[in-house]
């Protein structure tokens, strides 16, 4: 069983900054690939960021340049730290990876519980 767990969200003024998590489960060994979407009321889901466990890194036009994705392989652990916040970032924020555990099993698209950003104008 795969679990990713978000944390980091919360309520911040438009300027501000904001750092997510998503931990992978303890049986995992290696993250391969993840993604952080977001969901904001009355709109379609929208894919943020990206990385690989090579490194390799994309983002959303909308986020460019104020956003970063990166990840600590050693804990499993995938950050999206959001620096100049917009009133318009407000959304449910979820992470989305695939992953190797330690017997070599790989599970693909998982998703965590999600995390709430809202920002205040």
């Known amino acids: 069983q795969v679990q990713l767990v978000e944390s980091g969200g919360g309520l911040v003024q438009a300027g501000g900054a904001l750092r997510l998590s998503c931990a992978a489960s303890r049986n995992i060994f290696s993250i391969n690939r993840m993604a952080w979407y977001r969901q904001a009321p009355g709109k379609q889901r929208e894919l943020v960021a990206t990385?690989?466990?090579?490194?390799?890194?994309n983002y959303a036009d909308s986020v460019k340049g104020r956003f970063t994705i990166s990840g600590d392989n050693a804990k499993n652990t995938v950050y999206l730290q959001m620096n100049s916040l917009k009133p318009e970032d407000t959304a449910v924020y979820c992470c989305?990876?695939?992953?190797?555990?330690?017997?070599?099993?790989?599970?693909?698209?998982?998703w965590g519980q999600g995390t709430q950003v809202t920002v205040s104008s």
């Open positions: 990385i690989t466990r090579g490194g390799s890194k």
């Open positions: 989305n990876g695939d992953v190797v555990d330690y017997s070599g099993n790989y599970y693909v698209n998982n």
